[in-house]
């Protein structure tokens, strides 16, 4: 079992680009310390059965030395450790309810067994989480899933490309939006986008397409012709995408000073 869950998880890991290999890495290595931990447990569960099993081997060997009759004996692996009905008289006390008997019978095995399992998984939980402190607690494992989360949520953001990129609205993206645009963008395009020497991009005309996808092609690959680079070598994916719907946010604000229109006339930028 421990082998084939090692064998599952190197080859998602073997198959992960290198963007994902650091995360593919450390998720190879929590699920490795938890099949460990689960083998523990099975390796202990093992254990008690044998246990058990021996305590009832010793104690049909002493009856047997006593000289008892042990044909009667419930069998060693009996799931309810019935009595027959033939029997009963020997497991008779002698409690009597308006004409009802009780038997002295005992629990089943397996609900024994579960109990005493039970029991001894809770102690290795408490020693292996709270004691020893190699898991983590709720509260951690919370806090370690939303940092594997944001990552996952960065790793898919840079897959973005000019077919499935979309128009974010969120406001702190936005706000990044604006700060690579006064970084980048400012000296070509005007502080507010009305245009200088690039066009200008808050009305509705445009040289290569208003477009959310149209516009971040452009800043991807650039206009080389025209004097604008591309930028998907300083910009990450994510980062273009976050321009592109910032710059979708300029249109129709009319800044005094605006560049004359260039282009063809589109619709708003989507």
């Given at each position: 079992?421990?082998?084939?869950?090692?064998?599952?998880?190197?080859?998602?890991?073997?198959?992960?680009?290198?963007?994902?290999?650091?995360?593919?890495?450390?998720?190879?290595?929590?699920?490795?310390?938890?099949?460990?931990?689960?083998?523990?447990?099975?390796?202990?569960?093992?254990?008690?059965?044998?246990?058990?099993?021996?305590?009832?081997?010793?104690?049909?060997?002493?009856?047997?030395?006593?000289?008892?009759?042990?044909?009667?004996?419930?069998?060693?692996?009996?799931?309810?450790?019935?009595?027959?009905?033939?029997?009963?008289?020997?497991?008779?006390?002698?409690?009597?309810?308006?004409?009802?008997?009780?038997?002295?019978?005992?629990?089943?095995?397996?609900?024994?067994?579960?109990?005493?399992?039970?029991?001894?998984?809770?102690?290795?939980?408490?020693?292996?989480?709270?004691?020893?402190?190699?898991?983590?607690?709720?509260?951690?494992?919370?806090?370690?899933?939303?940092?594997?989360?944001?990552?996952?949520?960065?790793?898919?953001?840079?897959r973005v490309d000019e077919n499935?990129?979309?128009?974010?609205?969120?406001?702190?993206?936005?706000?990044?939006?604006?700060?690579?645009?006064?970084?980048?963008?400012?000296?070509?395009?005007?502080?507010?986008?009305?245009?200088?020497?690039?066009?200008?991009?808050?009305?509705?005309?445009?040289?290569?397409?208003g477009d959310i996808k149209s516009?971040?092609?452009?800043?991807?690959?650039?206009?080389?012709?025209?004097?604008?680079?591309p930028w998907q070598a300083q910009?990450?994916?994510?980062?273009?995408?976050?321009?592109?719907?910032?710059?979708?946010?300029?249109?129709?604000?009319?800044?005094?000073?605006?560049?004359?229109?260039?282009?063809?006339?589109?619709?708003?930028?989507?």
């Amino acid at each position: 079992m421990l082998m084939l869950l090692f064998s599952v998880f190197l080859s998602g890991y073997v198959q992960a680009g290198p963007e994902t290999a650091e995360i593919a890495s450390s998720a190879i290595q929590d699920h490795f310390q938890l099949a460990l931990f689960s083998l523990e447990v099975i390796v202990l569960i093992i254990v008690l059965f044998m246990l058990v099993y021996m305590v009832y081997v010793l104690n049909q060997l002493n009856k047997y030395l006593d000289g008892k009759d042990i044909s009667e004996s419930v069998p060693a692996f009996d799931l309810t450790k019935s009595i027959p009905i033939e029997l009963e008289h020997k497991i008779m006390l002698s409690h009597n309810y308006d004409g009802i008997q009780e038997l002295d019978n005992s629990l089943p095995p397996w609900w024994v067994a579960m109990f005493y399992i039970s029991i001894a998984f809770g102690v290795v939980y408490f020693w292996y989480y709270h004691i020893q402190g190699s898991g983590n607690v709720m509260e951690q494992e919370y806090q370690t899933e939303l940092v594997e989360a944001e990552e996952k949520m960065k790793l898919m953001a840079n897959r973005v490309d000019e077919n499935s990129v979309e128009l974010l609205s969120d406001r702190e993206k936005l706000k990044s939006g604006e700060a690579i645009y006064a970084k980048n963008c400012v000296a070509c395009h005007g502080k507010i986008g009305e245009g200088g020497v690039g066009p200008n991009l808050t009305d509705n005309y445009w040289l290569h397409g208003g477009d959310i996808k149209s516009v971040f092609k452009t800043i991807k690959y650039g206009v080389p012709a025209k004097g604008m680079i591309p930028w998907q070598a300083q910009l990450s994916p994510a980062q273009i995408q976050e321009v592109a719907s910032y710059i979708s946010t300029l249109q129709g604000t009319n800044p005094p000073n605006g560049k004359d229109p260039q282009g063809e006339l589109v619709a708003v930028a989507k």
